[in-house]
C-alpha cells in the first residue's frame, strides 16, 4: 500500500425542537412557503437579541453523552463573524472554546473513531439561485435561520470511505433513535463535510504525523456521495503525491453529475471568524443532577445495539431481518408497535410482510392482522387457474373492460372483484392485479 | 415646576387638556428645531390623534409627551440611529421600552438625534448634522444622547428617553444641565434597542427634575423574556425612594479630579459643601485611575461595535454598507483588528480582565461607602467642530463615567450649576442596583437647591 | 513610542473582514491612524492581570432560557419585505453575489 488516507468528518445536525434555537418562531421549516416562519431575532433585526432554547441544549448533552463525550458543565456560546447573505447578522451564534461537550467516541467495526466535539449553534437561511425564477438572481428563505444545529466533529480518525458510510450511518441511526432530529440527508436535517488527506504510507507508519493539508468536500447530500467524493479525492491526492505534489489546503466543492470534486473560487484572505463570548447571553452552568437525570433517560431509551439484541433474542429474528429493521427506525418502531400481540402468527414472517411492503406500516393493529392473516394463509393457486379465471372475467364483462379502457380505474376494481369471487379471496391481491392489468393490455 | 405627575393632575382636573398641550409642543418644536436640531422624526399625526383621543387619564403616563432617541426601534416609526445607512428603516416591532411607555399611555412626540450608531460623546457625528446646545447654539449638547438632552434643556418636552453605553445619558445630560439616569446594566430592557455596545448598553431617562425619572425608570425597568440579560431581581420602589431621606457616607476619589477644568472642580466643592451640609458625609477612596478605562473602554466597545453592525448589508433593510461614515468604518475597523487571530489575548481578552480589576475596586470601594460622586465632565459644553480633532473624542470626554459603565453600576447626573453660562454636572454613582439610594440623594439634592430653575432662554413651559 | 505599524496589507485584511470596501485614501488614513490609538491605549500593559478571570457579563446571570409561546413574535410578510431593497415572490432577492463562503 503506498498511501493511507486520514478523514475526519465534520456533521451537523437540525434537531427537531418546536421552537428555534435563539427565538420562539417554530422550528419546523421544512414545507414552509417561503419567510413565513420568522421574527426580528432570526431575521436579525436591528435591536433584537437571542434568548436560548432550553430543549435544543438538553438534546445536545444527551447526544454527547450517547457518544460517551464529557460534558462540559460550564459552557457559553460564541459569536462566529462571516459575512454571507444567508447569514443575517453577519456572525452566527456557535460555541468555540467551550463546547456543550467533547472527547467522546463511536465504534465502528471495532475501531475506535474519536469524537473531538459536540456543540450547539444556529442554522443559516437558505440561498437559492435563480433557476427556479429563470434568472441569475440569488434568493432568500429565512424559515430555516435560527433552527438549532449540533455540530459533531470526529479526530481524523476514519480510514477509508466505506467506514466513513458506516460511521455516518451509525450516528444517524443514535440521533434518530435519541428522537431528537429526523437526521435525514436528503431533507437536509443531516449534513456531512469530510476532511480528507492523502498520506505516503510508510511515513505515516513511521511518525504518526498528521499533514498540514486537508481538503474539506462540501455540498455533499447523501452517504453515497460522501463514499464517492472521499474516493475521488484519494484518487486526486494521491495523483499529486505520485508526482511529488503536495496537494493543497483547501475546500471543496462535490458535483453528484460528475462524481468529483472541484475548487472552490479562491478566497481572496485568510478566513479569521473573530471568535468572542456572546455578549447577549449568559453563560452555562450545567448543573450535575441534570447530567445525571439524562444518563438515565438515555438507559431507558433504546439505541440501535439494543434494538438489534431486542428483535434478535425476544422477537427471535434473524440478524439479517433484524437488522434491517433496526436500520429503518420507523419501520422497526412500526413492527414493534404491531408485532407485541402477534398471536399465533410467525414473527418472521410478519417482519417480511412489512419489509417487503406487502402491508403497510401505519394501519392499527386490527387491520394488520387482518390482511397479515389473508396474505399469510393464502391458497396455493397454480398460474393456469389465474389465467383461465381472467380471461373467463374479460370475456363476461366487455363493459366493464372497454371502462377500463377509457381509463375509468374503478371498472379495474371492479373486474377485480369478479375474479376474487372465482378464485376466493384468500389470495395475494396484488399478484392477481398485476397480472390483470398485463392481460388486459395484451389484449388492446 | 412641571412634573410627569403635576401635568397627569392638570389633565385629570380637566384644567389642560393633553391635545392643547400637544398641538402647543409641536408648534414650538417647529419652530425651534431648524436652530436645535434635536429632532430627526417628528410623529405629529399620531400624537395628535393619540391626544385627541385619549379617554384613561389613570395610566400612569396618560397624555404625557416623550421624545425618543432615535436608536429605540418605535413600530411603524422611521428609526436611523442618525445614521444614513438606515434612513429609510421602519422597524416592524417596537422595543421593549417603546411598548411599555406606549402601554402606560405614553405620547410619542419624535425621535431624536444622536452620533451616528451611539458612536460618540458630542452628537456631531451624526449623519444628519450637530444637535446644537440650548445653552449656547454654538455649542455641542454632548452625545449620544444629544438630541434627547437638547430636547428636554429647552422644555420640548421635559421628558425623554435615551441611552447609554459609557456616558452617553449623563455626558450629554451633564453638558445640558439636566438629569439624566443610567440604570444598572440589566435593570432595563434591551430588546429593540439598536446595539452598540452588547455588554454596556442601558436605555434611561433624561428629565428635569428625579421624581420623572424615577417615574420613568420605575414602568420601564423589569425583566424581559425577550432579553437573556435583564435582571429578574424585583424592581424597587423609586418613588417611595424619593422620600426615604437617608444620610449616606459619600466616596470621592482624587483621580476623579485629574484633568478636570478648576471651574468645574469649584462648582462641584460647591455641591459638596450642601451635600455635607444635609447630612452627607464623605471620605476618600482609592480607585482606579480613569486613564485605563479610557483604554478598556475603547477595545470593549469597538470590538462589540465591529462585531453589532456586521448585520447591516443592506439586503433585509437599510442602505449597503458603503453607506457608513468615516468614524463607523473607523471603530469597524479597530474592533476587528482587537478581536482577530493573534491580537485577541493582548487587547480583547486582556481588556476583559481588567474589567475584573475594575468591578473588583468598586465592589472595595463599596465596602466602605454608600455611593460615589465626582464630577461627571472633564470640561462643559465644547463648541461645534471640536469633537473631529481628537479619533477618541467620546472616550476623553467620558473618562469619568467610563469606569462605572464598564463594571454595569447605575449613576445620575444632576446639573448643578452653570460656569460661564454653561451647564455643570454633578454625577452619583452606587454598587448593583442601588437605583433607590442614588435617587434618594438626588432628590434630598434637588429639593434643597431648586437646579430645575436654571433654564436656558429659549426654555419652552409646555 | 508608536511601536505599532500598519501595513497596507494588514488593513485591507480587516476590510475584507469587515466587508467593507474601502477606497486607497481610506486605507492609507487607517494604516496611519490605527498605530496612533493603539499606542494610545497601551497603557492597560501597566496593569498586572496574571491569574485575573476575564468579566464578560456584569450581571451574574447564568442559565437564561426561552419563555415565550411559539411564533409569538412571527412577522407576517408585509412587515418582513417592508425595508427590503429587493424581492421577489417571497424572497429577499439579491443580484450577483459577491462573496463566498
Not at chain 1, 381 to 403: L, S
Not at chain 2, 136 to 165: I, K
Request: glycine share 6%.
Amino acid at each position: 500500500m503506498k498511501y493511507k488516507t486520514i478523514i475526519g468528518l465534520e456533521t451537523h445536525v437540525e434537531l427537531a425542537t418546536e421552537s428555534k434555537m435563539f427565538c420562539g418562531c417554530s422550528g419546523n421549516y421544512f414545507g414552509q412557503s417561503p419567510n413565513s416562519q420568522v421574527c426580528p431575532v432570526c431575521l436579525g433585526l436591528p435591536g433584537a437579541l437571542p434568548v436560548p432554547n432550553e430543549q435544543a441544549i438538553k438534546w445536545t448533552v444527551l447526544i454527547g453523552l450517547a457518544l460517551n463525550c464529557q460534558i462540559n458543565l460550564s459552557s457559553y456560546f460564541e459569536r462566529k463573524h462571516y459575512f454571507y447573505p444567508d447569514l443575517p447578522k453577519g456572525y452566527q451564534i456557535s460555541q468555540y472554546a467551550k463546547p456543550l461537550c467533547q472527547n467522546g467516541y463511536l465504534m465502528v467495526n471495532n475501531r475506535k473513531i474519536r469524537i473531538n466535539r459536540v456543540h450547539l449553534e444556529e442554522d443559516t437561511g437558505k440561498l437559492l439561485h435563480g433557476q427556479q425564477f429563470n434568472d441569475k438572481g440569488s434568493y432568500i428563505d429565512f424559515n430555516r435561520s435560527g433552527v438549532p444545529l449540533v455540530e459533531i466533529v470526529t479526530e481524523p480518525d476514519v480510514e477509508s470511505a466505506p467506514q466513513a458510510a458506516k460511521y455516518l450511518k451509525q450516528l444517524q441511526l443514535i440521533i434518530q433513535y435519541l428522537n431528537v432530529s429526523d437526521c435525514d440527508m436528503e431533507k437536509g436535517s443531516m449534513r456531512c463535510e469530510p476532511n480528507i488527506s492523502v498520506v505516503n504510507y510508510n511515513s505515516w507508519q513511521k511518525n504518526q504525523q498528521l499533514p498540514d493539508y486537508k481538503v474539506e468536500v462540501k455540498n455533499i447530500n447523501s452517504f453515497r456521495f460522501v463514499q464517492q467524493a472521499i474516493a475521488f479525492e484519494e484518487e486526486r491526492q494521491a495523483l499529486l503525491l505520485d508526482k511529488n505534489q503536495q496537494p493543497k489546503q483547501e475546500t471543496r466543492r462535490y458535483l453528484e453529475s460528475k462524481r468529483q470534486t472541484e475548487a472552490m473560487r479562491s478566497k481572496e484572505f485568510a478566513q479569521d471568524y473573530r471568535y468572542f463570548p456572546e455578549p447577549d447571553i449568559p453563560p452555562l452552568e450545567l448543573n450535575p443532577t441534570l447530567i445525571q437525570k439524562l444518563n438515565k433517560q438515555l438507559q431507558t431509551i433504546d439505541l440501535p445495539t439494543q434494538r438489534l439484541e431486542k428483535l434478535m433474542k425476544d422477537y427471535g429474528l434473524s440478524s439479517e431481518t433484524a437488522l434491517v429493521l433496526t436500520e429503518n427506525k420507523k419501520l422497526g418502531d412500526n413492527y414493534l408497535r404491531l408485532v407485541k400481540n402477534s398471536q399465533d402468527l410467525d414473527k418472521t414472517k410478519l417482519a417480511n410482510l412489512l419489509i417487503n411492503k406487502k402491508i403497510a406500516a401505519d394501519l392499527n393493529p386490527d387491520d394488520f392482522f387482518t390482511q397479515a392473516k389473508h396474505l399469510l394463509s393464502k391458497k396455493n393457486i397454480d398460474q393456469a387457474t389465474f389465467d383461465q379465471t381472467i380471461e373467463k372475467v374479460i370475456i363476461d364483462n366487455p363493459k366493464a373492460v372497454a371502462d377500463y379502457r377509457q381509463g375509468k380505474q374503478t371498472a379495474l376494481q371492479f373486474l377485480l372483484g369478479q375474479c376474487l369471487r372465482t378464485l376466493g379471496r384468500q389470495i395475494e391481491v396484488e399478484q392477481l392485479k398485476h397480472l390483470l392489468v398485463e392481460k388486459l393490455a395484451l389484449k388492446k | 415646576m412641571t412634573t410627569i405627575n403635576r401635568l397627569r393632575q392638570s389633565y385629570r382636573t380637566k384644567k389642560r387638556h393633553p391635545a392643547e398641550l400637544i398641538s402647543g409642543l409641536f408648534k414650538q418644536i417647529k419652530k425651534l428645531n431648524p436652530q436645535l436640531n434635536a429632532y430627526l422624526t417628528l410623529n405629529e399625526e399620531l400624537a395628535l390623534k393619540q391626544a385627541n383621543e385619549l379617554k384613561n387619564f389613570d395610566l400612569p403616563l396618560a397624555g404625557i409627551p416623550i421624545a425618543i432617541k432615535d436608536n429605540f426601534c418605535t413600530k411603524d416609526l422611521r428609526t436611523t440611529a442618525s445614521a444614513k445607512l438606515l434612513d429609510d428603516f421602519v422597524p416592524p416591532y417596537d422595543a421593549t421600552v417603546i411598548k411599555k411607555l406606549k402601554d402606560n399611555g405614553a405620547i410619542i412626540i419624535g425621535k431624536t438625534n444622536m452620533d451616528a450608531w451611539a458612536h460618540g460623546s458630542s452628537t456631531e457625528t451624526s449623519d444628519y448634522g450637530p444637535t446644537t446646545n440650548p445653552y449656547d447654539l454654538n455649542r455641542l449638547p454632548g452625545g449620544s444622547s444629544g438630541g434627547s438632552a437638547a430636547a428636554v434643556a429647552s422644555g420640548l418636552p421635559p421628558f425623554a428617553l435615551g441611552s447609554e453605553t459609557a456616558g452617553s445619558i449623563r455626558q450629554p445630560a451633564a453638558w445640558c444641565g439636566v438629569v439624566g439616569l443610567k440604570p444598572t446594566y440589566g435593570r432595563v430592557s434591551r430588546y429593540g434597542l439598536i446595539a452598540m455596545g452588547s455588554s454596556l448598553d442601558c436605555p434611561g431617562p433624561l428629565t428635569r427634575h428625579v421624581e420623572d425619572a424615577a417615574l420613568l425608570l420605575g414602568l420601564l425597568a423589569g425583566y424581559d423574556k425577550y432579553d437573556a440579560t435583564s435582571t429578574k431581581e424585583p424592581v424597587d420602589n423609586y418613588l417611595k425612594a424619593l422620600k426615604a431621606k437617608r444620610k449616606f457616607t459619600l466616596g470621592i476619589s482624587d483621580d476623579y479630579f485629574e484633568g478636570v477644568d478648576s471651574k468645574i472642580i469649584n462648582e462641584f466643592m460647591k455641591a459638596k459643601r450642601i451635600l455635607e451640609k444635609l447630612g452627607h458625609n464623605f471620605k476618600k477612596i482609592k480607585l482606579i485611575n480613569p486613564k485605563y478605562s479610557i483604554s478598556l473602554y475603547t477595545i470593549l466597545q469597538r470590538a462589540e461595535v465591529s462585531s453589532n453592525l456586521c448585520r447591516y448589508d443592506g439586503v433585509r433593510f437599510g442602505k449597503p454598507r458603503s453607506s457608513f461614515s468615516q468614524q463607523a468604518k473607523r471603530r469597524m475597523m479597530l474592533g476587528a483588528f482587537t478581536l482577530s487571530v493573534g491580537y485577541y489575548d493582548a487587547y480583547y481578552l486582556k481588556a476583559q480582565k481588567i474589567r475584573t480589576l475594575i468591578i473588583n475596586n468598586f465592589k472595595e470601594a463599596f465596602k466602605q461607602v454608600d455611593l460615589i460622586v465626582a464630577p461627571t465632565t472633564p470640561v462643559t459644553a465644547l463648541k461645534l467642530g471640536e469633537s473631529e480633532t481628537n479619533p477618541m473624542f467620546g472616550e476623553v470626554m467620558d473618562q469619568l463615567i467610563e469606569a462605572s459603565s464598564i463594571a454595569g453600576l447605575p449613576g445620575i447626573n444632576l446639573p448643578i450649576g452653570l460656569q460661564q453660562g454653561l451647564p455643570v454636572g454633578l454625577q452619583i454613582f452606587g454598587p448593583h442596583l442601588s437605583e433607590t439610594e442614588i435617587i434618594d440623594l438626588a432628590k434630598q439634592y434637588e429639593d434643597e437647591t431648586a437646579f430645575y430653575q436654571i433654564k436656558p432662554s429659549d426654555f419652552y413651559e409646555i | 513610542m508608536s511601536k505599532f505599524k500598519f501595513g497596507l496589507r494588514q488593513v485591507k485584511q480587516l476590510a475584507l473582514l469587515m466587508n467593507l470596501d474601502l477606497t486607497s485614501q481610506e486605507l492609507s488614513q487607517f494604516a496611519k491612524e490605527m498605530p496612533q490609538t493603539l499606542s494610545a491605549i497601551a497603557n492597560l500593559n501597566e496593569l498586572d492581570t496574571q491569574n485575573i478571570m476575564p468579566t464578560y457579563q456584569t450581571t451574574g446571570i447564568v442559565n437564561r432560557f426561552q419563555d415565550e409561546q411559539i411564533n409569538e413574535r412571527n412577522l407576517d410578510k408585509k412587515a418582513i419585505f417592508k425595508n427590503a431593497a429587493r424581492t421577489h415572490h417571497d424572497y429577499f432577492q439579491i443580484k450577483g453575489l459577491k462573496y463566498s463562503k
